[in-house]
């Protein structure tokens, strides 16, 4: 930014990822604007990103949407409408006196941020100073407050240019969205599943989602919502497209209701998935499973019977809610949009009424082979039908 005038774009703020070596920082930072200039190309936004150590920055005619869609890329801590300068005090503290002079008020509280690294001449504290003192001079009333002020603003000196801002919109965080490879996440009509799916695309896993369909077995408004919940989690990733495969379980199910021991049924439920799942993802390159499992929370999910349950694959089975109490998940369903996607009718019938808490892993294997489990779930896993959606928009591709 050296000799150009100021001007308003977007700065991007990153953290777990500056941690990373310089190699892996800058193949994740790369990911990371990768998507946002699909984020902002979902929205017909024009722009130019330019990624200079420790920010990502955005040129557009619209920075305040610019931000918002920003905002949402997973791996960003934050963004914010800035002023981007020339790295001189002078310059600095003039646009932020522009900015304090729309908010601050006659009698209000301020406070100065101020940070400057690669930049001679001034330290933070002389650039904090002088900002405040032309606050201070042109606000009547204003005042100094650094533990609780009424309005803040941040002002940074760096190599390629100053920056201005007081407003931080906060992003999900994580890691840039398919930097970890692909998982399979085991998608259903509930409430724990999508926020499970969800953590795991926080934490930069390239998403591929599985429901196993339960037919007359499942209440009317399962498929539905479970289009639902794929489609707004799609919202999360704009400009990629993400799968949905769809494998029909009313055949297994049929078997499992067939049996003497009902007790069993939730157990031999939950292997036959990941049995499923197991397949599928060595078909498409996946390398883990993921699940909404929540430790206590219903019969197949206490210890002794998650241990049996994980048993029945040899792919990392991973339980990002496992610690989780059902407020919590509750609390980031809504905050991500997919709680509203649940109502209706999506019970199953095929759950017994008192389940087994600690299914002996004999019994379970005797069963399995008594109703042939693994050709079940080859049959089951060559019934795949597929959905696409993509900006959380849902297509049939079959």
Known sequence: MRGAEPVEAVMVRY???????????????STMAENIALALEAQGLAHRIETPRGRIIIYGDDPARIAAAAARVFGVVSASVCTVTKPEIGVITAAALERAERRLRPGMSFAVRARRSGVPGFSSQELAAAVG??????????????TRPDYEVHVEAKEFGGLVYDDKIPGPGGL?????????????AGIDSPVASWLMMRRGCRMLHLNMHGGRFGGVDVERNVLENHARLSSWVPGHALDLLVVDMEPFFEVITALKEPRYRCVLCKRFMLRVAGILAGEQGAHAIVTGDNLGQVASQTLANMAVISAATTLPLLR??????????????????????????VGCAVAPRYPSTAAPAETIARIEEEIDAPGLARRAAASVWRYRAKNGVLEEVG
């Not at 990373?20 to 930072?29: D, G, L, Q, T």
């Not at 003192?133 to 650094?146: C, F, H, K």
């Not at 398919?178 to 399979?184: F, I, L």
């Open 176 to 188: 840039p969205y398919g930097t970890q490879g692909e998982v399979v996440s085991l998608l259903s």
């Open 133 to 146: 003192s032309a606050i201070l001079e042109r606000v009547d009333g204003a005042r100094v407050d650094l």
């Open 15 to 29: 953290g777990e990822v500056f941690l990373k070596s310089e190699r892996v920082k800058r193949r994740f930072v």
């Open 320 to 345: 990002p809610l496992i610690g989780f109490d059902k407020e919590e998940v509750v609390g980031r369903a809504r905050s991500i949009g997919t709680f509203e996607a649940h109502p209706g009718d």
